[in-house]
């Protein structure tokens, strides 16, 4: 009991256990859709792609990096739709190009002016040193969007996600879904990026879905699982973060993986049968078809 | 609505990219259709069936459909992951795209996924996982999420492949009911003896519409060669036109 009181002393690590919390259920949440529609490239590579909006926004407006870095993610989310629709590169080719370029010039930014906030390290891995409220403040702001468009658009959601094809002749504006899921995720990340880690974000976006969808067959329920497993994730991680003296981000994500590998081993063929093939790359459905 | 039907197709082509599948057709989809789209692989079925739904805009001539127009789609059952984590109820659901404030089904919603389950007869499958079902199971299951949305017209891509004979039939006659309450049915079909000889109209495209009419018209040697670029023979048996691929004779049986 000590052991969980103790370090809730510091105001910092207060914030932090909040933050990552709720991150881990946030990007949880979300993750379902991404991992169901083998997007979790994208997850990794919109990252990657703030990153770069987060280096170059410190330059000129730091007190707006923020809005900047969430715009260029944004930004980069639609070029890469954009690119890989009209069939000429793959979706992971213009993942690959238009996010590692944006995380290169990130990182050059970075090593030639520095940072005015989070280091180059707490950046890449995550830190829990520097939370303000404004970003607690994001954060729910951010969950409780992405909670509305999933209340509201469930059926399309859904729909869109399982076959976009007879959804749109179902009357669905189907691009309009997939955009909205885009703003959703490119916010998700953004929000949770201090906390995770730019390089660790993508995990917490696949390893709760992937660990509900071993556990269930139900759409509803797997919602809810993977956003429970991602909270409890962040929340373990983070005392495990705090007395291990490791960033936050890690930590989380160590937690996730051996979650997995619990499950993977309880859950036995069942559940290997029912995760087989999500989010596959390799197989014939791995592009964004148009 | 105009004399026009409720979908029309005027000089349309369409394809992917720069790549023309369909060219110049004309045609015309009301709500007494009953049609089969007949063709070999990659002679367009799929992508006339797509230009109607509207998936694909016409990269030439217009489409145009009746306003207010309803229309259902069943696609091929090899285009969806069978893996994806929803039960036969769900997946029913989805056709009512629209829902309340809260997400999860209505009284009346339970009511008519149950009433349309029960009409295909796989009532009893609601709760299992899309996996567990058989492929005529499945293609039920397409169907009842199909007629759940009452369309004016329902379109179905190669709706007897994957399927065994009974369920073929199964299918047919209840294509037959819906046509009869006043459904227009569009199909596509490579299965010449199977499905098309049995419905009222055909389309045979290749590119383009070779031609259009009653099975007793159209099939036809001089149609098929054109259609399928093989020589075809049709024999009548019962009134009802039958064909027999000879320029691909049968070898011998396989002694053991």
Known sequence: METLIEPLGFAFFQKGLIVATLSGALLGFVGVYIV??????????????????????????????????????????????????????????????????????????????????????????????????????????????????????????????????????????????????????????????????????????????????????????????????????????????????????????????????????????????????????????????? | MSDDGLIHLASVSAGYGRTTVLHDVTLSIDATAFTGIVGPSGAGKTTLLRVLLGLIEPSSGTRTTAPGLRVAYVPQLETVDWKFPVTVFECVLMARTEHRFWPWPSAQERKAVAAVLERLGIGDLADRHIRELSGGQQQRMFLARALLREPQVLLLDEPTSGVDINTRHDVLHLLGDLHDDGMGIVLTTHDLNGMATHLPHLVCVNGHIVAEGAPRDVIVPRVLEETFGARLEVLQHLGMPIVVDTSHPMREPIER
């Open chain 1, 36 to 290: 169901l529609r083998g997007m979790s490239y994208i997850g990794h590579g919109l990252s990657h792609a703030i990153f770069g909006g987060y280096a170059a926004m410190q330059l000129f407006a730091a007190q707006f990096y923020v809005l900047g870095a969430g715009l260029w993610g944004i930004a980069s989310a639609i070029a890469i739709t954009s690119v890989a629709r009209r069939g000429r590169v793959g979706a992971d080719a213009a993942i690959g190009v238009i996010t590692t370029a944006s995380f290169a010039l990130g990182v050059a930014l970075f090593s030639k002016f520095g940072s005015s906030g989070p280091s180059f390290d707490n950046a890449l891995f995550g830190s829990i040193l520097g939370i303000t409220n404004s970003q607690i403040i994001w954060l729910v702001v951010v969950m409780i969007f992405a909670g509305l468009v999933v209340l509201l658009r469930y059926r399309e959601l859904l729909f869109t996600t399982f076959d976009p094809d007879v959804a749109q002749a179902s009357g669905i504006k189907v691009a309009r879904v997939e955009a909205l899921l885009m703003i959703v995720l490119a916010l998700s990340i953004l929000v949770t990026l201090t906390v995770i880690g730019v390089t660790l974000v993508a995990a917490m976006l696949v390893i709760p879905a992937v660990i509900a969808r071993m556990l269930t067959d139900s759409f509803g329920r797997m919602l809810a699982i993977s956003t429970v497993v991602g909270l409890a994730c962040g929340l373990v991680g983070m005392y495990l973060s705090y007395y291990a003296g490791v960033p936050s981000g890690t930590m989380i994500v160590l937690v996730g993986a051996v979650a997995f590998l619990v499950v993977f081993g309880v859950t036995g063929i069942r559940g290997r049968e029912r995760a087989a093939g999500i989010d596959d790359h390799t197989g014939p459905r791995a592009t964004i078809s148009a």
